[in-house]
């Protein structure tokens, strides 16, 4: 039956044709976006989880930033720790020297406070961004060591929790500079700082091993966390990323299904027309 009042064809058509606009805007978003979800309408479930991701993604990237700061501050007082080591090795040479008879016993003595100035120097000088790890006092709040933030660690649907490497201070300051050497005037006092030079040589090694173990491990949690944010990326990706090559053949597919829809709406639209000539 043919009717003027309802034309069942044009209302396929119609609807159709919404169809294949609605399907279109959607290529047309992913393809101006790049995304095949980005926003919570597209795919709830798969954007409350990138969401997720991203959110600990850019922790993950604060958190590096933190450890290679951290790296840095141990990298200064382990360099420092070192060149503690070095000079207190000197000291030593020029005690072992002063322990003969036929030698200047004062400008030994000499060089040796010179050498004890500059220890005294560099533990002074040996901080970044405020903390001085050969110091008493770390941070100028009585601190003995730095806590730095090295993971962020999440369970299921638990709240994530925050975990750090702690890192202890050496104190040069008391154990080194502020200890007591026996002056040199003779080959006997020499022996006996020979001895004493030697024990703080021991605590100045010691120190130094304690520093440089600590850089790497911070330096090999960086380099971690920074690859674990780069498969978080690839992860997200693999959610939310529209698949180019799909996106344009779906495209080119939905451009010609607009075109016949639109002229089987027409087509539909015209059919009452010819219900005239059966009134002609």
Do not use: C, Y
Not at 51 to 78: R, W
Not at 160 to 182: K, L, M
Not at 199 to 219: C, F, K, N, P, T
């Amino acid at each position: 039956m043919s009717s003027i009042l309802t034309n069942n064809s044009a209302m396929v058509a119609l609807q159709t044709l919404q169809s294949v606009n609605n399907n279109l805007s959607d290529v047309q978003s992913q393809i101006s976006t790049g995304k095949s979800v980005s926003t919570a309408s597209d795919n709830a479930a798969i954007w409350a989880v990138s969401k997720v991701m991203e959110s600990d993604q850019n922790s993950f990237k604060t958190i590096g930033d933190q450890l290679s700061l951290g790296e840095a501050t141990v990298g200064v007082a382990s360099n420092s720790a070192e060149q503690v080591v070095d000079l207190l090795t000197e000291m030593k040479e020029l005690a072992i020297q002063a322990s003969g008879d036929n030698v200047d016993h004062a400008k030994i003595e000499a060089d040796l406070a010179a050498k004890e100035e500059q220890i005294a120097s560099i533990v002074g000088g040996a901080q970044f961004n405020g903390v001085n790890l050969l110091a008493t006092d770390v941070d100028g709040n009585s601190g003995t060591g730095i806590s730095v933030i090295s993971s962020l660690d999440r369970v299921g649907s638990n709240a994530p929790t925050v975990s750090t490497i702690s890192v202890d201070g050496v104190d040069f300051e008391a154990s080194i500079v502020g200890g007591t050497r026996t002056a040199i005037t003779s080959s006997a006092t020499a022996q006996t700082a020979i001895t004493e030079i030697e024990a703080l040589l021991e605590i100045a090694v010691d120190g130094a091993a304690q520093l440089g173990s600590s850089q790497s491990r911070l330096s090999d949690q960086g380099e971690f966390v920074s690859k674990l944010a780069d498969s978080m990326t690839t992860g997200i990706g693999a959610l939310v990323d529209a698949d180019m090559e799909e996106a344009s053949a779906r495209l080119q597919a939905l451009q010609v299904q607009q075109q016949l829809a639109t002229q089987s709406l027409s087509i539909a639209n015209q059919a009452p027309q010819q219900l005239l000539s059966l009134f002609q």
